[in-house]
């Protein structure tokens, strides 16, 4: 392959990366999408996107959707679920291979409700159940919390630097744009562990479904340096 040149996947393929808050979910996602030809479908950005397009403010939909986007609280699951399947579908007919981190979170969005067609039901039916991989992040509890307690993000690009910490003078700018860090305010330890505990009680339950369902789970250690947790995935997903 030649140097700054994106390698495609045999056949395209639907990756769903799971985890605890902190477990790298959006990093392994986003080195994926720059060395491989994967697009790493970010549910949060796409939101974003959506809810501050020009006109947003003209649609009803749109205005109550963002209001709970600003406010912190959770937008309709039914309505995030219909920005997914229409990104994969058209994903799909670009045959594109396609990343999600951390997402779906909870079975609705994988399954459906049978009115509603679910995630994973569009997976299949576009990718295929034998091209779709789930990976699962195995990160302690303990070392979720360290992590997202020092974790800074650049209020431009949005991507993490961890290690930091708020109140460490060493680093202020992001290496990539050098937008200035931050630290969220979802990142304290009641709000960590709050979220520690929605991904035992919601997702991390989704994982053993999604196998039953016929789709191939894989535990891989989430406690390392990310190029080499990456250096795993490729491995283990055959890409290289």
């Not at 990093?27 to 947003?56: C, N």
Request: hydrophobic residues 40%.
């Amino acid at each position: 392959m030649k140097p700054g040149r994106q390698a495609r996947p045999p056949a395209r393929q639907a990756l769903i990366i799971f985890g605890p808050p902190g477990a790298g979910k959006g990093t392994q996602a986003e080195l994926l999408s720059k060395r491989f030809f994967f697009f790493h479908v970010d549910t949060g950005r796409s939101i974003e996107r959506i809810l501050y397009a020009p006109g947003a403010e003209n649609d009803p939909v749109l205005v109550r959707e963002r209001k709970k986007f600003e406010s912190g609280e959770l937008c309709t699951p039914s309505w995030v679920l219909s920005i997914m399947r229409d990104r994969v579908m058209r994903l799909a007919l670009a045959d594109v291979s396609v990343v999600f981190s951390g997402y779906p979170r909870e079975e609705f969005q994988a399954f459906g409700d049978g009115k509603e067609q679910g995630l994973l039901d569009l997976l299949a039916a576009e990718y295929g159940k034998e091209r779709m991989t789930v990976i699962q992040l195995l990160v302690p509890s303990e070392e979720s919390m360290k992590r997202n307690s020092t974790r800074l993000i650049c209020s431009v690009c949005g991507l993490p630097v961890m290690g930091v910490g708020s109140s460490d003078p060493i680093q202020v700018a992001c290496n990539f744009c050098g937008g200035k860090l931050m630290q969220r305010s979802l990142d304290n330890p009641e709000d960590i562990r709050a979220r520690l505990e929605v991904y035992k009680k919601q997702t991390f339950p989704l994982i053993e479904r999604m196998r039953a369902y016929g789709i191939a789970v894989h535990e891989v250690n989430g406690v390392g340096a990310p190029y080499e947790i990456h250096e795993t995935l490729v491995k283990l997903l055959e890409l290289a």
